[in-house]
């Protein structure tokens, strides 16, 4: 997310709380995770495994939670909880603004686009040209839809990441990451009924050019998906993952989070997908395997009891 | 179920058409399944199997197709039709509201709470305060929504239990056991966009305190969900399932009927769950097994070539 | 899709741009796909392997992008593009019709059936009579409901069929065959929350009478479903698929398009079905076997140390 304006970073540890250390005159100019961050971020992080990465990283001002040493040319913002901060600096700069009708008046619609009855189209959306978007479909605040856009009834667009930090001492252990990306759906993409693509944590999920959705798919925040994709019904990708271009996914095929399938794969129906794939090559089982191999695979499984009797006649 | 008032057992039994056994002066408070039957309920049974567990238990009205003896203080209502019976005394005493707006005036509504556009809220339906739902959820009759929940878009909370007897004898031969039940989201729970809570057949689903659903998942009716439970994306539990606390199941996992997940317990992506697993374990596979045993066994599926030549070089 | 009147085929040369070969005068009442023409069709074909079969179907008038010879008594249209004007047909005979409301002023509703707020029933839809539709359901426009229909939330019947035609040589590589049938549902059918029931692509897809889903169940284009059958929650059949009468598919199964599973078949959770399957048995696993066989092969798979040990103990 990028702010409206640059911040005062002297602002920002006054508003937070947090101690400040290194140059205090910097402009904070937006707020996003690491493997998203620019010059001008804010940029947050509480794992001492990832601190390295993070002072390290493009960001310009880091939340954090142990007094190191600060880089040249950045700033600290000390606290004992940056995932706290992090959420108030969310809610502060993109509150949750309540809609009081079905469209918002701040919603932007281009010309030739058709909204059936029943959709809702949150605050600061963007709707593109020659667009269909068919009855009760929802989407949420800042979400962007291209041109030449089918999205079909019962489908949610812009929900929150799915993202939550464990606290097993509190009665309540599950603490929400506060949701401020979007979703943006890019020209000639069509997705089917009943689906939900998530928005960002903080940067954007992408439906890339021409993909094309069949209906009950989910596509979980911050996940990327190239161009002229196919995803067959059901079909799960969690988030942070990225589908290159061509990719085809068929039915009920599970995607894990933080993986890159590769240009032109296939994964066959049901498969489920733990790692990153190779493009251009067909895919098949949980966990996926080379559908060939897998397909030898089930025809050795087949032959276990043959085995068997070989064993007990060469014991004779 | 509870009555509004309590109701002479003998009136039932002219309403029903039953023969009445046993105590004439009962008054009858509630009507529910066996599983949750307590003192002063009509209860029903019409398998041979489960009359001794039906005569036994707490319900002190049994509708029953056989004259049996009755039971020391307990009242038989003897019809052919139990199955019927029950439906005729749900459709008398908890009828179809047809609604005549999106948010029946008969709903309670907390402080602080957001109810976004395109919302339905049935009748009868109490929702907590500091509560968020997003637009187009729909809520049916007589569910509770609690403090601090989030709800978002798509989700349908307390639609009817997805019970049928069958019938073979009949043209259409499946016949709807009617819902009388609840759909219960504790405080503090987030639910997904497009998910689905069943409403209980007699009694309450119920999402513990603190869980956290992903999208698109399903949790059938009766099924009692635990505090600070994580479900990913695409879940499916079926009816009348308890899963303890502090589990955790992860994308596409299927979870059948009548069953116990033990506290803390983890299912992998993809797994079927078809019978209780003991709490604190990681499991994985359809059916599921332990995590580690199930690894260990696709590796063995992986040597069954070598195996063979083993053997082929053995016989030589 | 029947026209409201018979169409000149010279007027359908002239309208699409394509050569006219054979009979001259006829008239055409409709378009199909080549698997469901009857006499009065046009159908289309432009892959070689299908010409023969298109040619000798019931159509009577057969786009082709192919100077073939013309069977006595059919009209050919010849085109190098007849996925194109089978597309611009559609759009001439069954424009899509924007909504102004939520319920259609030319759809039929029958007597006693309750639609609940937030529903959007589209053009020229019948709804028999009672028939319960529960919030924010919508039905696309020509769709048919029957009689004592039961339709929960969020439920979409009639969204467009998932059919393209990859052209890889474009940009955008995904060209949409526009859908012109309708969703048919039968007397006596409950369907749960948030699920799909595609149309046909020119005919129509079915759900039998009697039958009930569950939650979450997709059911592709043209895809037709037999009497009482039974889904469970987030199964997802493809399209044209054949579901025979009495099948009970068990929760997240998937079944293959372009496949007949015969009556009265058992398919359990999880299981993936490729191709038919012959009716009257209990089937499990993916790709699907004979239930029975597939619980001795899991049973052989356990036992492959075993075999280990006896090959190694042969060895000595």
Redesign the interface.
């Known amino acids: 997310m990028q702010f409206e304006q640059p911040i005062p970073v002297q602002w920002m540890a006054d508003f937070t709380g947090a101690e400040i250390r290194g140059d205090e005159h910097q402009l904070a100019t937006g707020i996003n995770e690491i493997h998203m961050v620019k010059k001008g971020d804010i940029s947050f992080v509480d794992f001492e495994k990832y601190y390295s990465k993070c002072l390290n990283s493009a960001a310009t001002i880091i939340i954090i939670n142990k007094d190191v040493p600060c880089p040249e040319g950045k700033t600290l913002l000390v606290t004992a909880e940056p995932f706290d901060v992090y959420n108030k600096i969310v809610k502060r700069f993109r509150p ?1 603004e ?5 469209i918002s008046p701040t919603a932007i619609i281009g010309e030739n686009t ?1 909204i ?3 959709v ?1 189209i ?1 605050n600061h959306v963007t709707v593109g040209s020659n667009t ?1 978007i ?3 479909v ?1 989407i ?1 605040d800042n979400c962007v839809i291209g041109n030449n856009v ?1 999205i ?5 667009i812009g ?2 990441a ?1 993202y ?1 930090k464990r606290r097993k001492d509190r ?4 603490d ?1 990451m506060l949701s401020c990306g979007r979703a943006v759906i890019e ?2 993409v ?1 997705i ?5 693509v ?1 928005r960002g944590v903080t940067g954007d999920t992408v439906i890339g ?2 993909t ?1 959705l ?3 798919i ?1 596509i ?1 925040h911050d996940t990327v998906v190239g161009r ?1 994709c ?1 995803m ?3 079909v ?1 990708v ?1 988030g942070v993952a990225h589908i290159e271009d ?1 990719v085809i996914l068929w ?2 095929v ?1 995607v ?1 989070k933080d993986l890159t399938i590769g240009k032109g794969a296939v994964v066959l ?2 498969s ?1 997908v ?1 790692a990153s794939l190779e493009g251009g090559k067909t895919y098949f089982g ?2 996926v395997d080379d559908a060939k191999s897998k397909m030898r ?2 025809a ?6 043959e ?2 009797n ?2 007990n006649n ?2 004779k």
Chains 1, 2, 3 share one sequence.
């Open positions: 949750f309540p809609a009081s009708q079905m058709t059936q009855p029943g809702f949150g269909l068919h009855p009760n929802t949420y089918v079909h009834s019962g489908t949610v929900a929150d799915f939550f009665e309540v252990q599950y929400k020209d000639d069509e089917g009924a009943c689906c939900t998530d050019r021409g094309k069949d209906n009950h989910q979980g002229n196919i067959a019904s059901q799960g969690a061509e039915g009920q599970g894990n129906a049901q489920g733990p949980t966990p695979e089930l050795w499984i087949k032959r276990i009891p085995l068997w070989k064993i060469n014991a």
